[in-house]
Nanobody
Framework: QVQLVESGGGLVQAGGSLRLSCAAS????????MGWFRQAPGKEREFVAG????????YYTDSVKGRFTISRDNAKNTVYLQMNSLKPEDTAVYYC????????????????WGQGTQVTVSS
């Protein structure tokens, strides 16, 4: 079993930055593909970013390209999401997730999920 705990969310003004962390415990996630998802009120959960087990391959949804950066530190069993130039439309609960096998932007293919951290961007 893998437990994932997100942190780093909060309230920030538009144009500001936040860094989310996702700490894994229970077993190492160094061989897992890791993803960040978000869900805004009244909207479906959407994929934000993903990173391969080595960190060498990353993928972003179009709306965050050039603003968000996903990274991982396998020695610390932690994944990060650096969010810059935040916009009000980035407001959502952000979740990290882990999956075995190849990368995917489809949430139902992920094996483990965190409880989420709230990000609120004011205009």
């Amino acid at each position: 079993q893998v437990q994932l705990v997100e942190s780093g969310g909060g309230l920030v003004q538009a144009g500001g930055s936040l860094r989310l962390s996702c700490a894994a415990s229970g077993r190492t996630v160094s061989s897992y593909y890791m993803g960040w998802f978000r869900q805004a009120p009244g909207k479906e959960r959407e994929f934000v970013a993903g990173i391969s087990w080595s960190g060498g391959v990353t993928y972003y949804t179009d709306s965050v390209k050039g603003r968000f950066t996903i990274s991982r530190d396998n020695a610390k069993n932690t994944v990060y999401l650096q969010m810059n130039s935040l916009k009000p439309e980035d407001t959502a609960v952000y979740y990290c997730a882990a999956k075995r096998g190849p990368g995917s932007s489809v949430g139902r293919t992920y094996d483990y999920w965190g409880q989420g951290t709230q990000v609120t961007v004011s205009s």
